[in-house]
C-alpha cells in the first residue's frame, strides 16, 4: 500500500471509530471526549518512537467528527513528557473553568497527535485535567486518569486502527444506595417504603 493510500486508510479507521464512539456511547452535544494516541503504535511501532505529525493530522481529520456531526468537544491528550495534559480549544477550557498550563506539545515533548491537534485547533491552551464523558485510546495511551467516575467499557467492532489498539470507554453516574434504592425512574412506584 502507498503511503497516501495508507493514510487514507488510517483516516477512514478513525472516522469509522468516530461514528461507532458516538453511537455506542451515546454522545450528546457539550459532552467532553477524550483523545489519547499514540501515532507510533498505529504504524506498528513501539509507543514514543516513530510518530509523524502526518499520520497524526489524518487521524484528527477523521476524529474531528466528533465535533461537526456529533458537536462534542475535544480533548487531546499528550504523552508523559508534558504529564499527560490536555490540549483543548480555549472556549472548553474557558467553559468548564478547567486549569490552563503552560506548554506547547511538540512531537518529542506531548506526541505528534497532541501537537497536530494544537495546531489545528482554533483557539488551543493547555489544561492539567479533566473529566470526559467518554474517550478513545488508540495504542494505549491510558486515557483512564481523565474520564469521569464511573468508566465502562465498550466492546465496539473497532478493535485496531492501523497496528494500535482501540479502546474505547463511556461514563456513567455512581449507583449510591442501599436495597432500597431505585436506580430507573421506572422503577419508583414498586419502591414506596418509608425511610423512617
Do not use: W
Request: proline share 4%.
Amino acid at each position: 500500500m502507498t503511503q497516501p493510500d495508507y493514510i487514507r486508510q488510517i483516516h477512514a479507521e478513525a472516522e469509522a471509530a468516530a461514528h461507532v464512539l458516538a453511537d455506542a456511547a451515546k454522545l450528546s452535544p457539550g459532552q467532553l471526549v477524550i483523545i489519547g494516541c499514540s501515532t507510533s503504535e498505529v504504524i506498528g511501532q513501539r509507543i514514543g518512537t516513530s510518530g509523524t505529525i502526518e499520520l497524526a493530522s489524518a487521524l484528527y481529520a477523521g476524529l474531528e467528527l466528533l465535533r461537526t456531526k456529533y458537536s462534542v468537544q475535544l480533548a487531546y491528550q499528550c504523552c508523559e513528557h508534558l504529564n499527560r495534559a490536555l490540549v483543548v480549544e480555549r472556549t472548553t477550557c474557558e467553559t468548564l473553568r478547567l486549569d490552563e498550563v503552560s506548554a506547547v506539545p511538540v512531537p518529542r515533548a506531548g506526541g505528534s497527535m497532541a501537537a497536530a491537534a494544537y495546531t489545528h485547533f482554533a483557539s488551543p491552551c493547555l489544561v492539567e485535567t479533566i473529566s470526559a464523558d467518554a474517550g478513545i485510546d488508540i495504542g494505549e495511551t491510558l486515557i483512564g486518569m481523565h474520564l469521569k467516575r464511573v468508566a465502562v467499557p465498550l466492546r465496539t467492532s473497532v478493535r485496531s486502527i492501523g497496528a494500535a489498539r482501540v479502546t474505547m470507554a463511556m461514563t456513567r453516574p455512581k449507583l449510591i444506595g442501599g436495597e432500597r434504592a431505585v436506580y430507573h425512574p421506572s422503577d419508583t412506584n414498586a419502591q414506596q417504603l418509608s425511610c423512617e
